[in-house]
């Protein structure tokens, strides 16, 4: 597992900074989805620039911590990336699994 990513919260409660892969370079922010009443709903969506790309699903380890399960797709990705958001200092790790 590789960490492409890291995030810091804004004060409207988005996170914002960067991923980064070998072949993806961007600028992207989650942002907290709206409320829903389908218990499959994301809790938040994930944008670079003004195109979604991604949403993300609350969820609790077996250590009882907290992270977020992220599904990232474009049209210009040949699959969809997995990768978990775990809070870490000074922010949040968006870490790549396969």
């Given at each position: 597992m590789a960490q492409i990513g890291h995030f810091t919260?804004?004060?409207?409660?988005?996170?914002?900074?960067?991923?980064?892969?070998?072949?993806?370079?961007?600028?992207?922010?989650?942002?907290?989805?709206?409320?829903?009443?389908?218990?499959?709903?994301?809790?938040?969506?994930?944008?670079?620039g003004p195109i979604e790309i991604g949403a993300a699903w609350k969820r609790t380890s077996k250590d009882n911590a907290p992270y977020h399960s992220v599904k990232l797709d474009d049209p210009s990705f040949t699959t969809p990336i997995f990768a978990n958001l775990v809070e870490d200092e000074g922010g949040y790790a968006l870490i790549w699994s396969r």
């Open positions: 919260r804004g004060d409207d409660g988005t996170l914002n900074g960067t991923i980064r892969t070998l072949s993806l370079n961007v600028k992207a922010r989650f942002v907290p989805a709206e409320t829903s009443s389908n218990d499959k709903a994301p809790a938040l969506r994930v944008y670079a």
